[in-house]
């Protein structure tokens, strides 16, 4: 059996010093030909977002929500597509035709756009996110004809409501909202904004989830009441539950604990009522006994006036 020893990594020349050493912030995990390719928190952000995107104004059935999928946009350049970190859609089978998973969401076959769209800010993507430069990656092709930008896509294009940028680095979290064609940034209260297309909010909440304990971007309910994940729904049943049994167990207890005393008030009843009904059969016993001295004595007792 081999060592576990022997399994370690052995460099061939000294490790430098650390503080010499390029950190994970140095070191892109993103193409450099195709920006935005999801890190760890992408992942799992976007998957939060999916567990938790519960719209109150449309069935289940009637919600779709992804992560990191390909939209496409222009049925004149089929190729043309924008990837955001996470988005939702309601109004549309959950199902590709009710039957299938997706490969992507192409707008053209969709019966409706999407109705939020988040992109999660990272360094190679953050301009183009924001709207501050509009070449993007890969995408940019050679001519006149080149695909829009991002933001354009968004905001002119498919006019999705709403569009949300959230900046892992600050834990700021922005949202705009489609007026009158343009996005307009909106003022969020107490961290979140309420939705009313959708009947829910979505805000900030520190948290762990995943055993990792951050700020996260969620969902609430309109009145800011956290919108459980699966997992932790069947947490926190799972705590009530322990909870219930334990409370149950108490009041069992306890339960016979009065059980048990009043059985023993019961006896001690019971032994105070003989111990009376003693005393009355002595205290007869006595009067009788006087009462035959007085006879003996030529008293009738009968005949002495109370």
């Known amino acids: 059996m081999t060592s576990s020893s022997s399994l370690k990594f052995q460099p061939d020349t000294p490790l430098l010093p650390r503080q010499n050493l390029p950190t994970m912030y140095d070191l892109p995990s993103e193409d450099p030909k195709e920006p935005g390719l999801p890190d760890e928190f992408h992942a799992l952000q976007a998957w ?4 938790t995107f519960f719209p109150l104004t449309f069935p289940p ?15 004149n350049h089929p190729q043309w597509h924008k990837r955001p970190d996470w988005f939702g859609v309601v109004g549309t089978s959950r199902l590709y035709e009710g039957h299938d998973t997706r490969d992507s969401y192409v707008t053209w076959i969709e019966p409706i756009n999407p109705a939020i769209v988040v992109e999660l800010l990272s360094r190679s993507t953050k301009k183009q996110d924001l709207g501050e430069i509009e070449t993007e990656g890969k995408e940019i092709e050679e001519g006149p004809d080149k695909p829009p930008s991002k933001w354009e896509v968004y905001e002119s294009i498919l006019k999705i409501p709403y569009y949300v940028v959230f900046n892992r680095r600050d834990n700021k979290i922005r949202i705009f909202h489609l007026e009158d064609g343009l996005y307009q940034e909106v003022e969020l209260t107490e961290g979140r904004l309420y939705l009313p297309e959708l009947g829910i909010s979505l805000g900030v909440w520190q948290g762990s989830f995943r055993s990792i304990n951050r700020v996260w971007l ?60 003693q005393e009355t059969a002595e205290a007869q016993k006595r009067v009788e006994q006087l009462m035959e001295q007085l006879r003996q004595l030529g008293i009738n007792p009968d005949e002495i006036d109370n």
Do not use: H
């Open 61 to 75: 059935e009637q919600v779709f929500s992804a992560c990191d999928l390909n939209i496409y946009y222009d049925l």
């Open 48 to 51: 939060l977002l999916c567990l």
């Open 218 to 277: 969620r969902w609430f309910t309109r009145d800011g009441e956290l919108i459980l994940s699966p997992e932790e729904k069947a947490f926190q049943e799972a705590v009530e539950a322990f909870q219930e049994a334990a409370e149950a167990k108490q009041e069992a207890a306890e339960a016979k604990q009065e059980t048990a005393e009043a059985f023993q008030e019961a006896a001690e009843a019971k032994q105070e009522a003989a111990e009376a009904k």
